[in-house]
């Protein structure tokens, strides 16, 4: 896998001298473009500025625009978090990008490794175990439709399908 692209250090230091960021420039702009140009796959997770406003949106539109064209070309983009989404709606280009997902902080925990309770959750279903959380493991309830539940220590529940052999994962 290459390196990441560092940007120069004087960007940081021009955004340390600004009493408060609204957004990026467009030497900082043409930066991102750049480090972004060969990249096969790109995780977004956060807008550049305060794309709300007009006036401060530029920045997040341009890096919207590149990825849009970089999917075009085969890239994979994955668009992660609330205001990231927001973003690249906001800008037209929702239907561009590969994948989108409001779960910002999960989908940066799930690629640093970290287990999220809900997968947990399912895994542990799956595999008929005990909870890996300490509290024991899923009860499972025939309900009289012939339906099985399984009820979790984190709340949750599991309901099968006997015809389609699906589960669906429901927060209480």
């Known amino acids: 896998m290459p390196a990441a692209t560092a940007l120069p250090l004087q960007h940081a230091l021009a955004a340390a001298a600004l009493p408060l960021g609204l957004d990026i420039g467009p030497d900082s702009l043409k930066a991102f473009q750049g480090a972004l140009a060969d990249a096969k796959t790109i995780i ?4 550049m500025g305060v794309f709300e406003f007009e006036k401060f949106a530029k920045g997040t539109f341009g890096v919207a625009e590149t990825l849009a064209e970089l999917s075009g070309k085969g890239a994979i983009t994955i668009i992660g978090g609330g205001d990231s989404v927001a973003a690249v ?19 940066l925990e799930l690629l640093e490794g970290k287990v999220l309770p809900g997968v ?9 175990g ?33 015809e389609t052999d699906e589960c669906r994962v429901y927060d209480n």
Do not use: R
């Open 44 to 47: 977004w997770n956060g807008p």
């Open 89 to 107: 709606e906001k800008a037209g280009l929702a239907d561009k990008m590969s994948h989108i997902s409001t779960g910002g902080g999960a989908s």
């Open 120 to 128: 947990a959750a399912l895994d542990e279903k799956s595999a008929g």
């Open 130 to 162: 005990a909870s890996s959380n300490g509290n024991g493991g899923s009860e499972k309830v025939e309900n009289a439709d012939g339906s099985v539940t399984y009820q979790d220590p984190l709340d949750m529940y599991c309901e099968d399908n006997p």
